[in-house]
């Protein structure tokens, strides 16, 4: 079992960037692949990138690609989510989430932990 806490979160300029953290609790961290999803108001939550624990590239939704990157410390027990070049429709509450599979999986149902969130406004 392993239970999250999100970081970081806050308010940012169009173009700026944000780096937001997920911090695992738990000795059994290393063994979860970690995603990343984000809910704006009356929206679904979507998946906007994940990471493996057993190595390889990170993925990434389409509409983040080249803008964010995601990184974890196993011996932190930490991910993390930086964010640049963000826009206006990055303004979601931002969740990272484990899942004990070795695949990225793009859909929530697969995540058995998730954190409490982390908002993120964009805005001038």
Do not use: H
């Amino acid at each position: 079992q392993v239970q999250l806490v999100e970081s970081g979160g806050g308010l940012v300029q169009p173009g700026g960037s944000l780096r937001l953290s997920c911090a695992g609790l738990g000795r059994t961290f290393s063994i979860y692949t970690l995603g990343w999803f984000r809910q704006a108001p009356g929206k679904e939550r979507e998946f906007v990138g994940g990471i493996s624990w057993a190595g390889g590239t990170p993925q990434y939704a389409d509409s983040v690609r080249g803008r964010f990157t995601i990184s974890r410390d196993n011996a932190k027990n930490i991910v993390y989510l930086q964010m640049k070049s963000l826009n206006p429709e990055a303004a979601s509450v931002y969740y990272c989430a484990a899942d004990r599979s070795a695949l990225v999986r793009r859909t929530t149902s697969p995540y058995d932990y998730w954190g409490q969130g982390t908002q993120v406004t964009v805005s001038s």
